[in-house]
């Protein structure tokens, strides 16, 4: 008796919702790439599920799955079920959706370039979700899916040399040649280039790592809680050898951090209001720097840097130390222009909304250990709930206050203050993108038939 075929119609009906099975898979993966789960190598698997469905279900779905996969991230990182305790609480959800926004117009593209293009699929979708990220910052919404990589120190050290949209790329390119082999039932080139690729780089990391090196050290504190307190804390740090304490954004007042800084002796990188959103120096002799100006004000918080005005870093007695300002850290130029300054170390005093299970806290703190592996400079990052940081040069993580602790200190060693090549190209990377997925689109308009839904 002869098989009777099944209609296309029912067959992009099954795959529609194996679809939607696939992308829920690849947002579980995801958050559980993502802080405070940190499992960084699933980065490099999260959307090979989605990229599959994508590729074998009708094009008209690759928003819905997005939207499903940025769904099911945000109910796994903001709580299950959903914690929220009032109702402005649900507009920790906004950001989620802009995500899934942007990853269904990656899907698109990925869509386009079909899954059977062998390495013009791998480096256009890697190049398209560098395009889509770079579109999001610009239109004030930065994401980057190299947060999947912030504990991955021996891979960060690639930043420096390629920029976090180079860690984006990998995430990208790594994904779609699994899903590609996946979807082909083989081990591809492709695949098997990626992953001896990642070997080695993380071999390579380490040794950087661990090669002996003599620089200054300095002892530095993150402050973290309520300004009643941090006299206090000031002196307990000090107590413990601190010669350089970080306060939250916007969280004392000149008078009073020259007098602490006077007091024990410390150098005291502070937040403050005077207008406008600034963070300032207060050094040992009671002296305070010219004030550096927060360059990208977050939702509707006044503009406090304006163009053409100087992005000031501060003298020390342990040299060039700069400082930008929360939400500064979700952008390049704020730290490349720090970087560029001559920064040994850079200061993030920092105030993040509270949202459930302190979702932005963890994933705004992620940011820290790419900037600092992107500039080769360490970076302390002070909040005044959670996620507060010493991270080194390297993007490790030295020290790491969690919620309600008041306090992380480490020994740090200074940046050269030369930056690195991503600190001089910043986002012309970009452009390099912008030119592989262009050559990617062609390739595949010329060699890849059109798709149909597979059985």
């Known amino acids: 008796m002869k098989a009777q075929s099944v209609p296309a119609g029912a067959l992009a009906l099954r795959w529609g919702a194996f679809g939607a099975l696939y992308a829920a898979v690849s947002g579980a993966l995801l958050a559980a790439a993502l802080p405070p789960y940190d499992a960084p190598l699933l980065g490099f698997v999260a959307f090979a599920p989605l990229l599959l469905a994508v590729w074998r279900a009708p094009q008209f779905l690759s928003i819905p799955y997005a939207l499903i996969t940025a769904g099911v991230a945000s109910l796994v990182l903001t709580g299950l079920p959903f914690t929220a305790h009032y109702s402005y609480d649900y507009l920790a959800l ?4 802009m995500f899934g926004a942007f990853l269904g117009m990656t899907l698109m593209g990925a869509r386009r370039l079909g899954s ?4 013009a699929t791998v480096l256009g979708v890697g190049a398209t979700g560098v395009l889509c990220e770079w579109l999001a910052a610009r239109l004030d919404f930065p994401y980057t899916v190299a947060l999947t990589l912030w504990r991955d120190a021996p891979l960060l050290w690639l930043a420096g040399w390629v920029g976090v949209w180079g860690l984006s790329f990998l995430v990208w390119a ?3 040649a699994l899903a590609q082999a996946w979807a082909q039932r083989r081990i591809t080139t492709p695949l098997k280039l990626l992953a001896g690729a990642l070997v080695s780089l993380h071999a390579l990391g380490w040794l950087q790592m661990n090669l002996p090196r003599e620089r200054e050290i300095v002892r530095v504190a993150v402050v973290q809680g309520h300004r009643d307190f941090f006299p206090e804390w000031i002196r307990q ?3 413990q050898g601190a010669q350089i304490v970080v306060l939250p954004e916007v969280s004392w007042n000149i008078p009073h951090a020259t007098s602490a800084a006077w007091q024990h002796a410390v150098c005291l990188i502070f937040g403050y209001w005077d207008g406008r959103n600034s963070a300032a120096l207060a050094a040992p002799d009671g002296s305070v720097s010219a004030p550096y100006y927060k360059m990208h004000p977050y939702g509707g918080e006044p503009r406090s840097w304006q163009e053409g005005e100087p992005v000031r870093a501060f003298p020390s007695p342990f040299g060039t ?3 930008v300002i929360c939400y500064d850290t979700m952008f390049t130029e704020p730290c490349r222009r720090q970087a560029l300054n ?3 170390f850079i200061a993030v005093p920092t105030h993040d909304p509270t949202t459930p299970n302190l979702a932005f806290h963890y994933l705004h703190g992620a940011t820290t250990t790419l900037r600092a592996a992107e500039h080769r400079v360490p970076m302390a990052r002070s909040e005044d709930c959670a996620a507060s940081m010493i991270v080194d040069e ?6 790491y206050a969690p919620p309600h602790e008041p306090l992380a200190i480490a020994d ?3 940046g050269s203050g030369r930056g690195t090549l991503a600190s001089r190209v910043g986002d012309w990377f970009v452009l390099g993108y912008a030119l592989l997925a262009a050559g990617a689109f062609r390739h595949a308009r010329k060699h890849t038939p059109r798709l149909t839904p597979e059985a």
């Open 237 to 239: 740090a000090k107590a």
């Open 174 to 176: 790594v994904n779609a």
């Open 342 to 344: 001559g920064a040994r």
């Open 94 to 97: 906004v950001p989620f959706g």
């Open 116 to 119: 059977a293009g062998g390495w």
């Open 394 to 399: 390297w993007g490790r993580v030295r020290a």
């Open 412 to 414: 740090v060693p200074l």
């Open 321 to 323: 130390l700069g400082a």
